[in-house]
Nanobody, 126 residues
Framework: QVQLVESGGRLVQAGGSLRLSCAAS????????MGWFRQAPGKEREFVGA????????NYEDSVKGRFTISRDNAKNTVYLQMNSLKPEDTAVYYC???????????????????WGQGTQVTVSS
C-alpha cells in the first residue's frame, strides 16, 4: 500500500493563495491516480479534483475550477494542490487520496479511492 501525508495547510486571508503537498511513500506514486477532497465541519467529504497517473489529465469540482490546480511530480512522489483566490467557504480539512489505475482520471466518489492521508487544515479568514 502507498502511504500519503499532506502538508501545507494554514490560516490564510481571503483572496490569498496556498499550495498543499501530498507526499507518498511505500509504493511509486506513478502507479496511482490521485484525488483531493475536503471536509468542512458538519459536512460530508467533498471532491475537489483529480489527476491521472501521468499528470496530463485532470478534472475539478465546479466551485474550484479556474482557482485550483492539481499537479504531480512522480520523480518526487508528490502531488500538489495549488489554491488561488481563496474564499472563506474553502475552509476545510483537505485530504489526498490514491487509487491504483493508469487508465482513467478518477471520479468524485470517495469509494473509488483506496488510500488516504490524514488531512491538513486550511482556514480562510474573511
Amino acid at each position: 500500500q502507498v502511504q500519503l501525508v499532506e502538508s501545507g495547510g494554514r490560516l490564510v486571508q481571503a483572496g490569498g493563495s496556498l499550495r498543499l503537498s501530498c507526499a507518498a511513500s511505500g509504493r511509486p506514486l506513478s502507479r496511482y491516480a490521485m484525488g483531493w477532497f475536503r471536509q468542512a465541519p458538519g459536512k460530508e467529504r467533498e471532491f475537489v479534483g483529480a489527476i491521472n497517473w501521468s499528470g496530463d489529465r485532470t478534472n475539478y469540482e465546479d466551485s474550484v475550477k479556474g482557482r485550483f490546480t492539481i499537479s504531480r511530480d512522480n520523480a518526487k512522489n508528490t502531488v500538489y494542490l495549488q489554491m488561488n483566490s481563496l474564499k472563506p467557504e474553502d475552509t476545510a480539512v483537505y485530504y489526498c487520496a490514491a487509487v491504483r489505475t493508469r487508465t482513467v482520471v478518477p471520479g468524485p466518489s470517495p469509494r473509488e479511492y483506496d488510500n488516504w492521508g490524514q488531512g491538513t487544515q486550511v482556514t480562510v479568514s474573511s
